[in-house]
């Protein structure tokens, strides 16, 4: 045995397991960002179909879409009114309630009425002139305060309106 090597194996081996230690660490570090953004993506994505759930009940049931009624009315959940509405808009028992906060606001845009947009030709009626009434529908989920996330989708409707 060399008289100047006695220590050297167990240098080399510690700092082989170190290497290995931080190469370990690092690999743990990236798994579990990979893991937190696939998990925010997920949430981002749960949100967004709530909001359009919001969205379709409200489009399905036809509430709060008062073809007498004139531009600018709205009608809304109770939480939803960060401007005041002039009807409250009582979301369909059928809809899951998530974790989180489900909203609703129909709107009446204008003018009070318009002519209905062309149609393509396999859309097309015989009726030569409909009147139509504009509406927003915005349907809002927000989870934020149990980090679920939070999306809002806002959809255009066009309501036909008789003679």
Avoid: K
């Avoid at 709530?50 to 379709?56: C, F, I, L, R």
């Avoid at 009608?75 to 809809?95: E, K, N, V, Y």
């Avoid at 204008?110 to 349907?139: D, K, N």
């Amino acid at each position: 045995m060399i008289r100047g090597a006695r220590g050297t194996v167990l240098l080399v081996c510690l700092l082989v397991l170190l290497l290995l230690a931080l190469l370990g660490t690092t690999v743990a570090r990236s798994s579990l960002l990979h893991l937190q953004m696939a998990g925010n993506d997920e949430n981002r994505l749960s949100a967004l179909q709530q909001a359009m759930a919001v969205v379709d009940a409200v489009l399905e049931t036809g509430a709060g879409m008062e073809l007498s009624a004139q531009v600018g009315y709205r009608a809304c959940t109770a939480q939803a009114a960060s401007q005041p509405c002039d009807a409250g808009l009582a979301l369909p028992a059928t809809l899951p309630q998530p974790a989180g906060r489900l909203d609703a606001l129909v709107e009446r845009l204008a003018p009070l009425a318009m002519r209905m947009p062309r149609l393509g030709e396999e859309t097309a009626s015989s009726t030569v002139f409909y009147r139509v009434a504009s509406f927003e529908v915005r349907g809002v989920y927000d989870g934020t305060a149990d980090d679920l996330g939070r999306a809002a989708v806002t959809q255009g409707v066009l309501v036909r309106m008789e003679h």
